[in-house]
């Protein structure tokens, strides 16, 4: 289900295409409002900071238009119930994981997300309450981003190489298909990029000392 670590030198060649992709990015998306979405808010945060922490992650998080905020900016803390639910729409279940992020109470909805995806590298429209897949799986290119920032945060926080490797896989899906998405999409792409290149840069110096 997971892929094997193979080393430094692996690691390396990763980088250097990933890189190279965040260029190709910049050079073919030049809108003023990817540009200004980007560079005047994720610079300022990721790009001063070599390794990014706890609160970058957190400013980072309040960056997406889609998770909702209470009167404090604060992230409104729920225990997810899905067992009166007889058609659960995954889009909106990953919305919710965000905005009631707690990584204890929901972790075993989170790691059936995770299953689902590795299976298939896909997830369904809508699962059952015992998470049956009841539909298509998901061409909705935002889903799959959401997800992404979903398990991005749940590997900040527990430091489980396994969410490290489903999340390069997410981005490898995400970046094949970036010359389709809208300006913001994009954005949110090479903010993930970003993220992942963070991640894996800070593993690769713990090796090398």
Known sequence: MFSNYEGPDFIRLYLNNRKKLKNDII????????????????????????????????????????????????????????????KIKTEDLILELLNNFQLKKNKKIFEILIKKFEVSKKLAIYYDQNFKKISNFSKNKNLYILFTFLVAIYYKKSSDIRYLNTMLKLNDLNTSVFTNQTSKNVAKIFLLIELELCFVSQILQKNEK
């Open 27 to 86: 050079v073919k998306f030049t809108d003023k409002t990817f540009l200004e979405f980007y560079f005047t808010t994720i610079l300022n945060i990721l790009v001063k900071n070599k390794i990014i922490n706890q609160k970058q992650l957190s400013e980072i998080y309040y960056l997406l238009p889609e998770i909702k905020k209470n009167g404090k900016n604060k992230i409104i803390k729920n225990n997810i119930q899905i067992k009166n639910e007889k």
